[in-house]
């Protein structure tokens, strides 16, 4: 999955999930790894990732 893609899909997932689109990405790609799909498990950590920078920082 490309870079446009994968924020796509993290726009996509945060609008439906709101702050708990990251989890729902981690559950995916966690699920991805255990049946062996290793490329969609990397997919879905680039989503990951691209909701994380959508995010921001935490802040305390």
């Known amino acids: 999955m490309d870079a446009i893609r994968s ?4 726009r996509a997932l945060y ?3 709101g702050d708990r689109a990251e989890a729902e990405a981690a559950q995916k790609e ?6 062996g799909n290793i490329d969609e498990a ?3 950590q680039a989503v990951r990732r691209a909701i994380r920078q959508m995010r921001g920082a935490n802040q305390s």
């Open 7 to 10: 924020a796509e899909y993290a």
């Open 42 to 44: 990397e997919s879905w």
């Open 15 to 17: 609008a439906a999930h």
């Open 30 to 35: 966690q699920h991805c790894k255990a049946i």
